[in-house]
């Protein structure tokens, strides 16, 4: 998990941000947004059980992402205000 650190240097409450920076491997990454899952199906019981599932997914993925965060277990990397990584080799 990396962290996307960066500041404005306006030196404000506000001019630091850090967010998670998200890198999606493979087009069945759950979605830590819970309100983005849709669920789809043949019948209205196909498309609850999908939401269900790929519901309960994305929770597991957002628990794993709150154990990395507890156990200090990130990358900072710093980042444009586009966040665009700054320094990238």
Do not use: R
């Not at 628990?63 to 966040?83: H, P, Q, T």
């Amino acid at each position: 998990m990396k962290l996307a650190i960066h500041d404005d240097g306006k030196g404000k409450s506000e001019s630091w941000e850090v967010s998670l920076k998200v890198e999606l491997d493979d087009y069945d990454t759950p979605t830590v947004n819970l309100l983005s899952i849709t669920g789809y199906g043949e019948t209205k019981q196909e498309a609850i059980d999908e939401f269900k599932k790929d519901f309960k997914a994305s929770v597991e993925h957002a628990l794993k992402l709150v154990e990395s965060l507890d156990a200090n277990n990130f990358e900072e990397i710093m980042v444009d205000c586009f966040g665009n990584e700054l320094n990238k080799g």
